[in-house]
């Protein structure tokens, strides 16, 4: 190679290999085996994959849907009863527009679910995001101090984060005119857990109905619910007994805000006492 050759501007070199096939010393002068080219110069491509940084973790290739990040749909089925001199009909509008202006505000993802607002209570599902669960909770927590709200308490029964699938198409209320002769009449042989779960169930199946349910025929099925699927239909005095009943498995608005707001921070017992205490006696 001659002097001052620049390497770096060189497609490909020949690199000669000295080998002496005879038993004895290596001479400069013996055989030499030439070896193939051998590309110095890489790509492009291979360049930039060197310097691809920050990588990305394998959350973010999970959420990432194209080239934007998705968030993640969680569901949550909240009950709650309703104050006596409040405006049924205006409940499910007022709760229409609310998601409409956090749907515009946040540009999140899609909401979904459905609204019962029975004649004293109201369930009420949805599949969202995070930040659209925690907006709804606050207005609900603000309806119950606010003289205009029409609250008087509400609780949260599950939250399932990371849902795969949809059951509810699109988010919908409907007001049920269902008298019930005995609000207060469960049979309180079962646990608390056991209710929640059926009652959980029921509005799973009935996501399940109405996803099935033809788009010709969803309007009358909906406007029909406690005539075409009565079973999958919430009582209101499993809705009553859940209200009344303060059994943790349920959490309150207030909680549900402190458990995401309030920083989590664990006292370590080596954090209580320094140096660790010892035993200056053996065990027996």
Known sequence: MAEGQDLSKMDASEIDIAEDESDGQKSPTS???????????????????????????????????????????????????????????????????LLKNLQNTNQTEPITGLLLVYMKHLVHVMECSADAIMAVVRDMKESKSSPKGFLENSKILVISHDIQNRLYQQWSFR???????RIESIDSNESTDKVVIDLVTQLLK???????????????????????????????????????????????????????????????????VWPLPTRLFPYK
């Open 31 to 97: 055989r030499r085996k030439k070896v193939k080219k051998v590309s110095i110069v890489k790509s492009k491509k291979q360049t930039d994959k060197r310097f691809d940084w920050p990588k990305k973790s394998y959350f973010e290739i999970l959420c990432q849907e194209g080239n934007e990040m998705k968030n993640l749909v969680h569901r949550v089925v909240i009950i709650g009863k309703l104050k006596e001199d409040a405006d049924r009909s205006e409940v499910g509008n007022y709760h229409e527009q």
């Open 175 to 181: 007001q049920l005119d269902i008298v019930a002769a």
């Open 206 to 272: 009935l996501g399940n109905a109405l996803a099935k349910t033809p788009k010709l025929n969803l309007k009358n099925v909906m406007d029909s619910l406690h005539e075409k699927l009565p079973d999958l239909l919430p009582q209101q005095a499993v809705l009553h007994y859940l209200m009344e009943d303060e059994d943790p498995c349920m959490i309150t608005l207030e909680e549900y805000i402190n458990l995401e707001e309030q920083p989590f921070d664990v006292v370590l017992e080596s954090e209580l």
